[in-house]
């Protein structure tokens, strides 16, 4: 898979890899919030700071990813990087994305598994939520402001969120109603259609200070594509095949390897559309969880850096732990989040390098752009349906379902509202939008606000 480094009239793209490195550690450490808050760190730190690439590309790119099962920040990471630095930088953006999430998460359930309750991993995970509330905030915002860009746009993205919030239409129909519907007004009304400028050969980006460069992409072809399947399939099935042999089909580490393989190909519309699934799977066919320990696991998932279907981590722990055969129990948990995280995030990069080159080559389709316009608008709708589900169950303990007129609502209970919550809610969005804080800030503020409340309270 050896590919050549970016060019541009000539020189190379002065990116080391190095400053990469480290600019991907930044972005990792600071990806909270769910995709929304994630996908706003790395445009903040790798569009609007850095200048590695130019908007278009960064929403193009997005749109792509949006379109994959999966984790679409874990994607975009990887898109990115690869776009930038080829395999390696692909492989190295996409594995730093992912890693202090599944150490916070291996830590936390072997913390969980032992003591079930800790008062300082309690306090954590209270003063983090109102923050990461306040960031999908500013998410939603940031997103909006430069993707909305005319009243057909706002009507696009207003009926995406009235489409999955009230009539709780699936995503991947939304997607395909919006892609038809970009297509169509497209050829009646391009204008209104083509923001996302993706007909241009070529975006600018800055490396460095002050040298402008033309990032190329590679041309694809099916021998590159073959080699990349080869590769990749092997990678994703090699280890469960291996498994299967010396563990034998009935073991966990065999059944998580399978289960999660499978969910790994469903994941459209983010975590969210995959996790009541694999709950109703992990707690009634397999018995790894007991009912509600899937919420302990997505509040873990929720409050440290990386994507939200990192609690697939949790349930490939916990079920290893309860049925470890001859194995030490943490051992077995160990070992069965190991096999959950790469059979879930190999075929993560495998979407990414096999169909990037591609992608690339269609930036000059002016009918694909005005698609994926209309996806991107309908994107901002289900980002805001996000932000409104966690706003709602971060303040309140109990959010019912109910219908009017054929509509769904949440209906927060208003007697279990969590004034702490409210308030460290309160500091976070003045932390964020009047005081201008840093996210890393606004989150250790809040984060020692909810473990000073624990152990006072």
Known sequence: MNEEPVQAHGQQLTVSFGEAFWTWCRVSALSFGGPAGQIAVMHRIIVDE??????????????????????????????????????????????????????????????????????????????????????????????????????????????????????????????????????????????????????????????????????????????????????????????????????????????????????AVVTFGGAYSVLAYIAQQAVERFGWLQPGEMLDGLGMAETTPGPLIMVVQFVGFMGAYRNPGDLNPLLAGVLGSLVTVWVTFVPCFFWIFLGAPFVEKLRGNQALTSALSAITAAVVGVILNLAVWFSLHTLFGTVETGSFGGLRLLIPVWSTIDLASLAIGVLACLMTFCWKRGMGVTLAVCAACGIVWQFVF
């Open 50 to 263: 850095k200048k590695w690439i130019g908007e278009d590309r960064f929403v193009h790119a997005l749109n792509y990813c949006m379109l994959l099962p999966g984790p679409e920040a874990q994607q975009l990471a990887t898109y990115i990087g690869w776009l930038m630095q080829r395999t390696l930088g692909g492989l190295m953006a996409g594995i730093l994305f992912v890693l202090p999430g599944f150490i916070s998460i291996l830590v936390l359930s072997i913390l969980y598994a032992c003591f079930q309750q800790t008062t300082l991993v309690e306090g954590l995970f209270f003063g983090l939520k109102p923050a990461v509330m306040a960031i999908v905030i500013d998410a939603v915002l940031r997103i909006g402001s430069r993707i909305l860009k005319n009243r057909m746009m706002y009507f696009l993205a207003g009926s995406s969120f009235v489409a999955i919030f009230f009539l709780n239409v699936s995503f991947p129909l939304l997607i395909v109603v919006a892609g038809l519907t970009g297509l169509v007004g497209g050829r009646i009304a391009p204008r209104h259609f083509q923001v996302l400028k993706g007909h241009e050969t070529t975006v600018t980006a800055r490396a460095g200070a002050g040298s402008e460069l033309s990032v190329q992409a590679i041309a694809p072809t099916w021998r590159r594509s073959l080699r990349i399947c080869a590769v990749f399939l092997t990678l994703w099935f090699g280890p469960l095949a291996m498994i299967g042999w010396f563990a034998g089909g009935q073991s966990v580490f065999t059944q998580e390897g399978i289960f999660f393989s499978q969910a």
